[in-house]
């Protein structure tokens, strides 16, 4: 089975915009978070599709940190590895849904990553219109976004198996983050079809 790792393109510009060691330790904590439930989804042996946002020719220095590390992390799990690298356009008004990914282009990545049991979005979550729903063809979905309506309904539907999205409630350390893995426990939360009545 495909399975996909998405992390939230809106939630990514909306808190990391500058590069500082916070928000460089917080984006590189979300690609190893991606990373590994991406590999956790892959089994002992599987190919990954990683999709990274990007905004014209501007290269931005987050996004490459996440990129460093969600790589980095899923090296270090066995027969699990990185099949091949997307960019797409993440501020296109008008074509883009409520996660900051085209839906039409989020299933044609689908649609090519037929060699890869895992395509990890970095840039972003459609918010699919109801007459054009996602077709998952069997394909298990991570994401790393904001929890909206439409996504609890996906998860309580199985379509999408693992939601990252930021903390509703604080983290039950208040201690101040030091490490990329502190700072992602420190503002996000893992939601899976199981407790996704944590979502509001």
């Known amino acids: 089975m495909l399975a996909i790792a998405v992390a939230g393109g809106v939630i990514y510009w909306?808190?990391?915009?500058?590069?500082?060691?916070?928000?460089?330790?917080?984006?590189?904590?979300?690609?190893?978070?991606?990373?590994?439930?991406?590999?956790?989804?892959?089994?002992?042996?599987?190919?990954?599709?990683?999709?990274?946002?990007?905004?014209?020719?501007?290269?931005?220095?987050?996004?490459?940190?996440?990129?460093?590390?969600?790589?980095k992390a899923l090296?270090?799990?066995?027969?699990?590895?990185?099949?091949?690298?997307?960019?797409?356009?993440?501020?296109?008004?008008?074509t883009m849904g409520a996660g900051g990914l085209d839906p039409a282009e989020?299933?044609?990545?689908?649609?090519?990553?037929?060699?890869?049991?895992?395509?990890?979005?970095?840039?972003?979550?459609?918010?699919?219109?109801?007459?054009?729903?996602?077709?998952?063809?069997?394909k298990k979905i991570v994401v790393v976004g904001s929890g909206t309506p439409q996504l609890k309904a996906l998860l309580s539907a199985e379509v999408v198996q693992v939601a990252i999205v930021p903390r509703v409630k604080p983290a039950a350390n208040s201690d101040k983050p030091k490490t990329a893995r502190e700072w992602f426990k420190h503002s996000y939360e893992i939601i899976t079809p199981a407790n996704v009545g944590a979502l509001p």
Do not use: W
């Not at 590999?39 to 460093?68: C, W, Y």
């Open 14 to 71: 909306t808190q990391f915009r500058d590069e500082t060691p916070e928000t460089s330790r917080l984006a590189e904590g979300l690609g190893m978070a991606a990373a590994e439930e991406s590999a956790r989804l892959a089994g002992s042996s599987g190919k990954v599709v990683l999709i990274l946002p990007k905004r014209g020719t501007f290269v931005d220095p987050l996004v490459e940190i996440q990129r460093a590390a969600f790589a």
């Open 75 to 94: 090296a270090g799990h066995a027969g699990v590895s990185l099949l091949a690298t997307e960019s797409v356009e993440t501020e296109r008004p008008g």
């Open 106 to 138: 989020f299933q044609a990545i689908l649609t090519r990553a037929a060699g890869a049991k895992v395509v990890a979005s970095l840039a972003g979550f459609p918010e699919f219109p109801a007459d054009k729903p996602l077709v998952a063809e069997g």
